[in-house]
């Protein structure tokens, strides 16, 4: 008798909706290894029907699978275990067909007729045997994730990544996970697969080393349909799956801004030439930008343009030249320094010149930075605070007018 095969199969068995008065002269299924109404992923060999009174072979009949009313497959002998222990029932009926897969993307009925089995006891007056029952499933063309265990934004790698799958799986030839960068491929990676029959699969990227994904970067994770397949029907493979997320990491050592803006001083409602004041030599990358954004949420891009550095001055001045936009909007304005487009010259770190970090200057409307707010702007509390002539203060005095966040105000 195939003992541990049914301790798994019992393990695995659901329970079925159809029960029994105490006076009905049946037995009613208590579970299958063919679960109702789920998807059949193996092929068609040995299905183990559960029952809670021990049972026996009974006449000859035979089990059988339908599909769309029609009968595709029959048992070939069925054998009985009648203890709990081993099966975690009664009685359990271990039905045999000849080994077959049941074609993809159908539906199919496992039918038990009156009297397949019998009660190991027989009363004076009646036999009782097995009730008609069926046990619907089906088998699917393909499958897809349970769960995508994968955040919308990471800082790096080591914060797991896992696609869950019901089935026991395994990985195709050649298979990998792709990793894209703003749409472009930047590393194959890998499948680490962790299987189980009780509990299906988890599949994730594997990294040789700590993948870093850059603050405000678009990443996307994914794995190409066929894949991985079923481990007992190699035909049954996963579709596509693909999980867009933001980069949050940020290099400690990259973390440098501008220390002063013109527009701190220039009120006169009209953009044109834009400077920024770095405490420290820098360059520019090839792809350095400076943006105008309606809105302080970057809904609409006004402008973009290509700044270059001022070396005529005695510090290092980024100069971003707009041509003359006035700020009339009412929803405000942003002006935004990307990540990464100003090079650090006077560091090395790992090989590399540091970058800056992205920048933002909201202007809340134009006339809100000529008036004079009664305290301390309430967005962005940490950022900067200036005096009126444009020089940097880390100690303010009560009652005296100061600039942050574009805002004028007077300390209390």
């Not at 790698?157 to 930047?186: H, P, W």
Request: proline share 7%.
């Amino acid at each position: 008798m195939k003992v541990e095969l049914v301790l798994v199969l019992a393990l695995a068995g659901a329970s079925l909706s159809a029960t029994a008065e105490e006076t009905d002269p049946f037995l009613w299924p208590a579970g299958a290894t063919i679960e109702n109404n789920k998807a059949f992923v193996e092929p068609l060999e040995t299905v183990t029907v559960f029952y809670t009174w021990p049972i026996r072979p009974y006449g000859d009949q035979k089990a059988s699978i339908l599909c769309d009313g029609i009968t595709v497959a029959e048992s070939v002998s069925i054998e009985t275990v009648n203890d709990k222990d081993v099966t975690g029932y009664e009685g359990a009926a271990m039905i045999h067909f000849d080994k077959q897969e049941l074609p993809k993307g159908k539906q199919y009925q496992l039918y038990l007729p009156y009297g397949l089995l019998a009660w190991t006891e027989k009363p004076t007056w009646i036999q009782v045997t097995t009730h008609e029952a069926f046990i619907s499933f089906y088998v699917p063309d393909d499958f897809g994730p349970e769960e995508i265990y994968l955040s919308n934004a990471l800082v790096d790698s080591r914060e797991g990544m896992c696609i869950s799958f019901d089935y026991q799986v395994e990985a195709t030839e050649d298979a990998c996970f792709n990793l894209y960068r703003e749409e472009e491929k930047v590393a194959q990676l890998p499948i680490e697969i962790e299987s189980w029959p009780w509990m299906g699969s988890h599949i994730s990227p594997h990294f040789d080393d700590i993948f870093i994904f850059e603050k405000d970067v678009r990443y996307r994770l994914e794995l190409p349909a066929g894949s991985v397949r079923c481990i007992k029907r190699n035909d049954i493979v996963n579709t596509e799956v693909s999980h867009p997320f933001v980069g949050l990491w940020t290099d400690p050592s990259s973390d440098f801004t501008y220390e002063f803006c013109s527009l701190y001083n220039d009120h006169s409602g009209i953009i044109g030439e834009v400077t920024f004041h770095f405490d420290r030599p820098i360059s520019l990358t090839p792809d350095a930008k400076v943006q105008l954004w309606e809105g302080t949420e970057c809904e609409t891009l006004i402008k973009e343009v290509t700044p270059w550095i001022n070396t005529d001055v005695n510090h290092w001045v980024l100069v971003a030249d707009f041509g003359g936009i006035p700020l009339t909007s009412e929803k405000g304005y942003l002006l935004v320094i990307p990540q990464g487009v100003i090079l650090s010259d006077n560091e090395i770190i790992d090989g590399k010149k540091p970058t800056n970090a992205r920048s933002e200057l909201r202007i809340y409307g134009w006339s809100s930075i000529d008036n004079i707010d009664a305290d301390t702007p309430s967005v962005d509390p940490d950022a900067p605070v200036y005096n009126l002539q444009g020089i940097r203060v880390a100690h303010l005095i009560p009652g005296q007018p100061y600039i942050q966040n574009g805002h004028k105000f007077i300390h209390r």
